[in-house]
Nanobody, 125 residues
Framework: QLQVVESGGGLVQPGGSLRLSCAAPGYGLSGYPIGWFRQAPGKEREGISCINTNSRIIHYADAVKGRFTISRDNAKNTVYLQMNSLKPEDSAVYYC??????????????????WGQGTQVTVSS
């Protein structure tokens, strides 16, 4: 059964950068569209980006557009989220997940399963 694992989170100062990775040990991600989501304390889990299997369809939430870049390396079975110009409001647990549908601009969490454990991103001075 597909299981995803996120990594790359940490503490960064405002304006800094981080790159998150999403992998599926022992399983291939290349056949799945992948989404990135985040959840801050007391808030709903929100979709921030998705990418289809051949990287030709990509969507971003308005809150991260122009600052975050999603990409994938199917040879390495890994999906990345490059986060630049980070702001304190980007602090959250970040999750990746696969979908059996396709990368849609709605970025609905209901379309995605399974979920990893998440990786914490904290943006603070």
């Amino acid at each position: 059964q597909l299981q995803v694992v996120e990594s790359g989170g940490g503490l960064v100062q405002p304006g800094g950068s981080l790159r998150l990775s999403c992998a599926a040990p022992g399983y291939g991600l290349s056949g799945y569209p992948i989404g990135w989501f985040r959840q801050a304390p007391g808030k709903e889990r929100e979709g921030i980006s998705c990418i289809n299997t051949n990287s030709r369809i990509i969507h971003y939430a308005d809150a991260v557009k122009g600052r975050f870049t999603i990409s994938r390396d199917n040879a390495k079975n890994t999906v990345y989220l490059q986060m630049n110009s980070l702001k304190p409001e980007d602090s959250a647990v970040y999750y990746c997940a696969a979908t059996l549908y396709y990368c849609k601009g709605t970025l609905s969490r209901d379309d995605y399963d399974p979920w990893g454990q998440g990786t914490q991103v904290t943006v603070s001075s």
